[in-house]
């Protein structure tokens, strides 16, 4: 039997119901605010990814799906290319490749799967879905203010009370911006010296070649070495602790509870200055739910023209996963069955399921096969609200049996009458 692809899994009915769900109500949100969609390439050149995310990360060393391509034409032969881990660097290279900053201010929002070669456990796919924004443009559009950090933070404490997840937790920190990581990098060098020694292998090659990858690390003999680390907020400039404070003073202002957190660095290079995390109690280990931050130096390291930015991509699996127990709430079930009762029923049944669509009702429609027994046991079975008979008897006279799944009552009804009634009982 060919089965899917460990880390990757299908998608079924009813779960679905609660991903578009989950869609529908970020768009709406996203719309709100004013972002517009953009939908770029499922792979890209491998070297977008080493650049933007950074070679020392987890991701681009170790979890990337990477192939050459086989095309024969020789301009493009042999071409490395990757499946994207994440859209951040995706959308900085189209808003270069298209001169996107001429619009001013990019407000930018995407919804699609991402691929890491992870170890699969609950929360965590080799395919999984982001829901991702970006706000990009050019410095003289205002694109660097903290206004633009605690909207983008606000906005997404407005779509989680709305999706109904409950006990989230907004974790903050600032990383500072290239001078301080270079100030402080030469700190955590100089700290880990001495007890580099003791730490896992992969600590041991990030200590010489990018020590901000060490606050990765998953190793528990690790950590009580990494807790007594130096900490990034005892470097900041004065620019960006301006930045950072006025940020966390808007979030005040407007009511949003955050957490700082100065261990939080991310697991990607690209970052600087407003760093953040939302993480949900129920989830276990893989608790953060989303995550982003600021990248003003992104575009430039892609060869682009200075475009500072903010964003955040979150987890659609586990945002579901930490839906899942409403579930039930979200599922419409059909508001009637329509059961054809005898040979020749099926054509006029399927007039009168058209016709109650047009009034906005979900109709599941049976089979004239069917005996009224199991016409009536599907109706239960799909959760249909009521059943309608559809017989010759009905269509002569234009009267109908409606059924109450729920009471077991039957009334007759005038086909003219058949949708408000159904309606009404919504
Ligand atoms: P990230 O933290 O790598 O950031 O991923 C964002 C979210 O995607 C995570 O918080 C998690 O919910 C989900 N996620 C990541 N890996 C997996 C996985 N293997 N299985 C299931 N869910 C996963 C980014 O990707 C950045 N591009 C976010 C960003 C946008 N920063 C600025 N703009």
Known sequence: MIKAIRGTRD???????????????ARDVFRQYNFQEIRTPIFEATELFARGVGEDTDI????????????????????????????????????????????????LFYIGPQFRRERPQKGRYRQFYQIGAEVIGPPTAGSESPARDAEILEMLAVLLDRLGVANWTLLLNSVGCFDDRQRYNQALRKALEPVIGQMC???????????LRVFDCKVPEDQPIIDKLPRISQYLDEPCREH???VQAILMAVGVPFVLNDRLVRGLDYYTRTAFEFTHGALGAQNAILGGGRY?????????????????????DRLVLSLQESADAVVKKPDAYVAPLGAGMNRPAA???????????????????????????????????????????????GVFPLKDQTSGEQVKVQRADLAARIQAAR
């Open 11 to 25: 998608l079924l009915p009813p779960e679905t119901v609660l991903w578009n769900f989950v869609e529908a109500a």
């Open 60 to 107: 681009v060393s170790k979890e990337m799906y990477t192939f050459e391509d086989r095309t024969r034409a020789d301009s493009d032969k042999g071409q490395s290319l990757t499946l994207r881990p994440e859209n951040t660097a995706g959308v900085v290279r189209a808003y270069i490749e298209h001169n996107l900053g001429e619009r001013g201010l990019n407000k």
């Open 201 to 211: 292998e992969d600590c041991q090659r990030r200590a010489a070649t990018n020590p």
């Open 244 to 246: 950072f404070a006025e």
């Open 296 to 316: 003003d130096g992104l575009s430039e390291a892609l060869g682009g023209p200075k475009a500072p930015g903010i964003g955040f991509a979150i987890g659609e």
């Open 351 to 397: 007039g009168l399921a058209r016709e109650l669509r047009q009034h906005d009702l979900i109709i599941e429609l049976g089979d004239e096969s069917f005996r009224l027994k199991k016409s009536l046991e599907t109706a239960t079975k799909v959760g249909a609200r009521f059943a309608i008979i559809v017989g010759e008897n009905e269509i002569a006279s």
